[in-house]
């Protein structure tokens, strides 16, 4: 049997794992949340500790706790920080909705560990690590704060990496022609380059929309306290944490402008998921589209080609699939997931009501969880598709000459109706518009040269 130690709290005695730094409010939540076996993310801890770190040194700068002891819960939250502590961290995500499970267990934890560091006088959790702070401030602080560092840390240098090698791209098969395809079906010709411009255009927005997410996350609810008030929280309080925390993270956050809005509601969240959505779909459509261009490679469209990683079947040997493409596809689709979860947490009646939201775990570990798995596919996509891509450049001018759409170039001389005649007639037999053409003396060779020259029609000159 685990050994135990007895605590008490405002509820009364509650057996407490020996070894564990937590207390007995986060025992209780242990207790009361067997629900996932999920723990709230590691980037969410941190930033719980930069949040307890700052709430002391701004406390002891001003005079409001002792210097020694402030030490201590400084030295304390650095562990936490560091993930050293880690494993004191057992809450499970679906807990109360305020995250207050989460934040006694990190006050507990620095609050004991602080003792010990302070030759054990005793550290409260509650009345020295909690100082002038709340749940229902401090928990959203810590979402937008560990949101805002991975986008800063980890999602946009992936994003910027990501753009550079789509414009490489872009630039190396700007000279090979393809058809272009509407519908799935055959347009006029378009430039491979051309269409790699589009995908580096993509991420560029995508790198757009997370700045600006980034900086909405950066504006803090901390100071509001309970309700927004900013009750027990002295007036330098959020400015001087704000202070702190953008000195040590190096990222501009600032005490919200409206304290109330930043109780009851989780806008701020919500955008910075809209905008992971709007990145995954954009990385999830270029990932279908080189899949798609790439499939054959005999039997298929077989313009590109994909960098072979792994085999591809347990039973037909040689296939080759494209598994990093696949592999971002489904990222995306987990976090449009996790964008609607989300969108349920931020929703009044369901999680936002009245003065609190009610769904923050949740939505921290949605959001925590798209900027992350965002960032590292886009580090693999990168790596391991984009960098080996290769055009296949006579297939690609194979199918552009195939192409009944040639025809569309010659619309304005013969006229429509005449043009649908001669692209029906090749279809039916099997010639190219150039073959039936020539074949009809429909204009002079030269000017049917010129004119069914695909690069010209790119706007290459």
């Not at 959790?125 to 986008?151: E, F, I």
């Amino acid at each position: 049997m685990n050994e135990t130690r007895i605590e008490r709290d405002s509820m009364g005695e509650m057996p407490v794992p020996a070894e564990a730094l937590y207390g007995p409010q986060t025992a209780r939540a242990v207790e009361n949340f067997p629900v996932s076996g999920w723990a709230m993310p590691r980037e969410f801890i941190a930033a719980m500790g930069w949040i307890k770190q700052a709430a002391a040194a701004t406390h002891c700068e001003a005079g409001r706790l002792d210097g020694e002891l402030a030490d201590a819960i400084i030295q304390a939250a650095g562990e936490v920080i560091s993930g050293k502590l880690d494993a004191h961290f057992p809450v499970d995500v679906f807990q109360t909705g305020s995250g207050t499970s989460s934040n006694m267990n990190v006050n507990e934890v620095i609050a004991r560990r602080a003792s010990q560091i302070h030759g054990g006088r005793k550290v409260h959790p509650n009345d020295d690590v909690n100082r002038s702070q709340s749940s229902n401030d401090v928990v959203p602080t810590a979402m937008h704060v560990s949101a805002a560092v991975a986008m800063h840390d980890s999602l946009l240098p992936a994003l910027r990496v990501l753009k550079e090698m789509l414009d490489i791209k872009a630039g190396e098969f700007d000279g090979i022609v393809k058809i272009g395809r509407t519908h799935l079906m055959d347009a006029v010709p378009v430039r491979l380059g051309q269409e790699f411009s589009g995908y580096a255009s993509q991420i560029e927005a995508a790198i757009v929309v997370t700045q600006q997410a980034m900086g909405s996350l950066c504006e803090l609810p901390i100071g509001g306290t309970a309700v927004g008030t900013g009750l027990n929280a002295p007036a330098d309080f959020a400015q001087s944490v704000c202070l702190y925390l953008g000195e040590e993270l190096h990222l501009p956050f600032v005490e919200t402008s409206n304290h109330f809005a930043a109780s009851g509601s989780r806008d701020a969240a919500l955008q910075a998921s809209s905008a992971m959505r709007q990145v995954a779909l954009a990385m999830g459509k270029i990932a279908s589209d080189i899949r798609l261009l790439g499939s054959g490679p005999r039997c298929g469209i077989g313009e590109l080609e994909l960098p072979a990683v792994q085999p591809g079947s347990s039973i037909m040997p040689g296939k080759v699939n494209p598994v990093i493409c696949e592999s971002v596809i489904q990222v995306a689709c987990q976090v449009v997931g996790c964008d609607a979860a989300i969108a349920a947490g931020v929703t009044g009646g369901v999680g936002g009501i009245l003065d609190l939201n009610l769904a923050m775990p949740m939505i921290t570990m949605n959001l925590i969880t798209q900027i992350k798995l965002l960032a590292n596919v886009a580090r693999v996509f990168g790596e391991k598709c984009l960098a080996g891509l290769k055009a296949n450049v006579s297939r690609c001018g194979e199918l552009v000459e195939k192409s009944l759409a040639m025809v569309t170039v010659l619309a304005p001389i013969v006229g429509y109706d005449k043009a649908a005649e001669l692209a029906h007639e090749a279809m039916k037999s099997g010639k190219t518009i150039r073959e039936l053409c020539m074949e009809k003396k429909i204009l002079p060779a030269d000017k049917l040269t010129e004119l069914l020259n695909p690069a010209a029609q790119t706007g290459q000159q």
